[in-house]
């Protein structure tokens, strides 16, 4: 579902990818981890194709990811850390805006199905000023989710959010199901939750591992990467 290969990216004299190799079957719920600067922006911009390819290649979904080529655009979806929403407007009235950004009418049926998947139908008529943390992060999380893309790509989901707030976006995101997705995170609890694999992305290099094969790689306990 998602293949790099050699991909390199540098910054001036700074190399920040180097020679990165990965492959992310589908189904496969990869932890993307790495110290701060390490750069997991970077390689998530690449494969979003929002820096151009230097050196090497990105295929999502069988499809080349180039500015000539918009295939893979249509199966893959992408929350980002922080994200813009409009304050004054109920959770439903956000929705409602992006999905009809994105396909000109929105599906009221879908817009209840991912609501009520994010356990936000309840609250769907108040203004989105009013939500906790982790109540706007599960939005976003409907949001992205709406399109129904089969690829996931989520940029620290649970940055900044409470326990229980996390554990909420961690019971959505177990409930997926027929998603390939990529998470970036430095919660070491949240990947035994919810992922079958991890991408440890150090020194502009990669390694891929099952989640047992780097806990024990890496001799990491129950602390923060």
């Not at 050699?6 to 180097?18: A, E, N, P, T």
């Not at 496969?28 to 151009?52: D, M, Y």
């Not at 959010?161 to 554990?167: A, E, F, S």
Request: net charge neutral; hydrophobic share 40%.
């Amino acid at each position: 579902m998602i293949k790099v290969e050699g991909l390199c990216q540098s910054f001036g004299k700074k190399q920040v990818l180097d020679s990165v190799d990965l492959d992310i079957g589908k189904n496969e719920i990869c932890a993307l981890v790495g110290r701060n600067g390490a750069g997991k922006s970077t390689f998530i911009n690449s494969l979003l194709g929002l820096l151009p390819i230097k050196q090497g290649s990105i295929a999502i979904n069988g499809a080349a990811v180039s500015k000539k080529n918009h295939d893979w655009k249509r199966t893959i979806a992408y929350l980002p850390e922080k994200f813009m929403l409009y304050p004054m407007l109920t959770g439903l009235e956000n929705l409602t805006f992006f999905a009809e950004a994105v396909s000109g009418k929105a599906d009221a049926a879908r817009v209840e199905q991912v609501l009520r998947a994010v356990r936000l139908w309840d609250d769907r008529n108040e203004p989105v000023k009013k939500y906790s943390k982790g109540m706007l992060q599960r939005l976003g999380l409907a949001i992205t989710l709406y399109q129904d893309s089969s690829i996931l790509i989520l940029d620290e989901p649970t940055s900044g959010i409470d326990p229980m707030g996390r554990k909420e976006i961690l019971e959505v995101l177990r409930g997926l199901k027929d998603k390939t997705i990529l998470l970036s995170s430095h919660h070491l609890d949240e990947i035994r939750q919810v992922c079958t694999h991890v991408a440890f992305l150090n020194e502009g290099k990669m390694e891929k591992y099952t989640v047992d094969e780097f806990l024990t790689t890496q001799q990491l306990g129950g602390i923060g990467i």
